[in-house]
């Protein structure tokens, strides 16, 4: 066993919900030592910075419950099973804003919170194609807006952004934006 790695002995399935699945489980530490931990599995999640000609983003708002809040954040949503995560980026990208993008590139991953969850949540940029009409399931009620890019990367830095994949997906943007101009 590496030096670091913890080793799964049990794993006892403690919650099974739509989006959610929470276990206990007992590990064996590198030291022989063992520790119960808490894990929220979760079937990932795509998000897409959508940029127009005139270089604005596509941003939803929305309330976000666990924060009893609204949140302005880029389109995401969960991963269906049977797609890719390209394919939900680009299905999220049109239920919630109706655009239709077109360049996709990836922008990564990022792990959300890493002490006690294994969602991943994939990142990707594109131009926006077409505008449409909105598609949002039927518990989604949200207000579409475009901001400047330029705008948004300030919001990121004054904290007004507190998404972490959307601070990600237009930070990760800019250093793109910014290489390809060199």
Request: hydrophobic share 30%; aromatic share 8%; glycine share 6%.
């Amino acid at each position: 066993m590496n030096y670091l790695e913890e080793k799964t002995t049990s794993s006892k399935s403690i919650y099974d919900g739509r989006i959610l699945h929470m276990f206990v489980d007992e590990v064996e530490l590198p030291d022989g030592s063992s520790a119960e931990r808490e894990i929220v599995r979760h079937p990932g999640g795509a998000c897409v910075a959508a940029l127009d000609s005139e270089n604005n983003l596509y941003f939803v708002r929305q309330f976000r419950y666990p924060y009893k809040e609204v949140v302005l954040e880029l389109p995401a949503g969960k991963l269906e099973k049977g797609s890719t995560p390209l394919e939900n980026a680009k299905r999220e990208l049109k239920e919630e804003t109706g655009c239709t993008g077109y360049s996709f590139i990836s922008l990564g991953q990022l792990y959300p919170s890493t002490g006690y969850t294994d969602e991943i949540i994939h990142l990707y940029a594109c131009r926006v194609e077409s505008v449409g009409e909105q598609e949002p399931d039927d518990d989604e009620f949200i207000k579409t807006e475009r901001i400047p890019f330029n705008k948004a990367l300030e919001m990121v830095l004054n904290n007004q952004l507190p998404d972490a994949k959307t601070q990600t997906a237009i930070l990760k943007l800019d250093a793109l934006l910014r290489n390809s101009k060199q």
